[in-house]
């Protein structure tokens, strides 16, 4: 198990560390590029989920696979060392541009690297610059999406259900009578 969140050397504590790291820019930050060739790992997920903005208010919707079937986002991890000497080691998703069905809700989303990429993107022995065309969109017509329920902002929500496709509420309209 890995926290998410890279802890940046040289903290202090755990704090919070970035849940998401733009893949355009890997290279440029420091925070990440000495983890591009020997770091690279793979998150498994069931569906991930992005926000609409209308207004000052953010409507959830869930993206998965039509088949619902497991996938996985690239992530890079790091192992951080805390003054008493205890090693947490952690893990980021990396983010990309949007697929024709996400850039409907949101400007980026999270790279999923397909299974028959799976050993290229965690061979040891391949540099970055070797794998760095695989972080592109997935392809949408794979995927499904749905909104849900607002509730879902809230960790402190359990509810087995939140995930559950809901209707999107429509504003009554105005009578022209």
């Not at 965690?122 to 540099?127: A, L, N, S």
């Amino acid at each position: 198990m890995m926290r998410w969140g890279p802890i940046p050397a040289g903290s202090v504590d755990e704090g919070v560390g970035m849940i998401n790291a733009r893949s355009e820019t890997l290279a440029q930050r420091i925070s990440f590029a000495h983890l591009l060739d020997t770091n690279r790992c793979l998150i498994p997920a069931d569906r991930f989920y992005e926000w609409q903005k209308e207004g000052k208010f953010r409507k959830p919707f869930c993206f998965e696979m039509v088949n619902k079937d497991l996938f996985a986002f690239a992530g890079l991890w790091d192992a951080w060392k805390n003054p008493q000497g205890k090693i947490v080691e952690s893990c980021v998703i990396l983010t990309g541009a949007p697929n024709s069905l996400v850039e409907k809700i949101h400007d980026r989303m999270p790279v999923i690297i397909t299974p028959e990429n799976y050993d290229q993107w965690m061979h040891p022995e391949i540099k970055f610059e070797g794998v760095k065309h695989l972080l592109k969109p997935y392809e949408s017509s794979h995927m499904r999406e749905y909104p849900v329920s607002a509730e879902i902002n809230n960790a402190v929500n359990k509810k087995d259900d939140l995930d559950t496709p809901i209707a999107i509420e429509t504003p009554a309209q105005a009578s022209l009578f």
